[in-house]
């Protein structure tokens, strides 16, 4: 399977937003939770976000709750996270992927190239 594909990252001021979105080259994830993940430098991948199979369901880590949103377009093949009041210690690479929960996800899917996310103090 090919890797999802993230986009719409940038350089942003503290305080400003950014929606970045994934989509797939080929097959499609329905029926399936989708996430966001992300990896600051030198530390370790984490899950931000995440949705479930109808969109019905989310679940965010504490450190962004309030101020990102998920949401999927499955007609569109696509799914997004709007970002709010971004913060330095937002910056990272961001990833997307898909799983059988939109809770603690454990990905499916290998990991596409991310996209790139910072946030200017």
């Known amino acids: 399977q090919a890797p999802l594909v993230a986009s719409g990252g940038g350089l942003v001021q503290a305080g400003g937003s950014l929606k970045i979105s994934c989509g797939s080259s080929?097959?499609?994830?329905?029926?399936?939770?989708v996430g966001w993940f992300r990896q600051p430098p030198g530390q370790e991948r984490e899950l931000v976000a995440g949705?479930?199979?109808?969109?019905?369901?989310?679940d965010y880590a504490d450190s962004v709750k309030g101020r990102f949103t998920i949401s999927r377009d499955d007609v569109k093949n696509k799914f997004y996270l709007q970002m709010n009041s971004l913060k330095p210690d937002d910056t990272a690479t961001y990833f997307c992927?898909?799983?059988?929960?939109?809770?603690?996800?454990?990905?499916?899917?290998?990991w596409g190239q991310g996209t790139q996310v910072t946030v200017s103090s």
């Open positions: 992927n898909f799983g059988l929960t939109h809770t603690a996800m454990q990905p499916l899917g290998p």
């Open positions: 949705i479930n199979w109808n969109g019905a369901e989310s």
């Open positions: 080929g097959g499609n994830f329905r029926g399936y939770a």
